[in-house]
């Protein structure tokens, strides 16, 4: 069956979906790299900040 007049789903991102993300970036980077150094105190705080905070927010708002 055919559904006409239905659209596809599409997300609509906002500069504070991509500000949100790049902030995730950012702390992902530097949570490796400061694990790649031996940091055990600020680097899983970065990691669990981008993974578990800054990214699905950026990804949810």
């Known amino acids: 069956m055919s559904q006409q007049g239905a659209s596809p789903a599409r ?7 991509g500000i949100l993300i790049a902030g995730a970036l950012a702390s992902l ?14 680097a899983p705080v970065l990691l669990v900040l981008g993974y578990c905070v800054l990214f699905p927010l950026g990804l949810g708002l």
Do not use: C, H
Not at 29 to 42: D, I, K, N, Q
């Open 11 to 17: 997300l609509r991102f906002r500069s504070i979906n």
């Open 29 to 42: 980077s530097l949570g490796y790299w400061l694990l790649a150094g031996g940091s055990t105190r600020v």
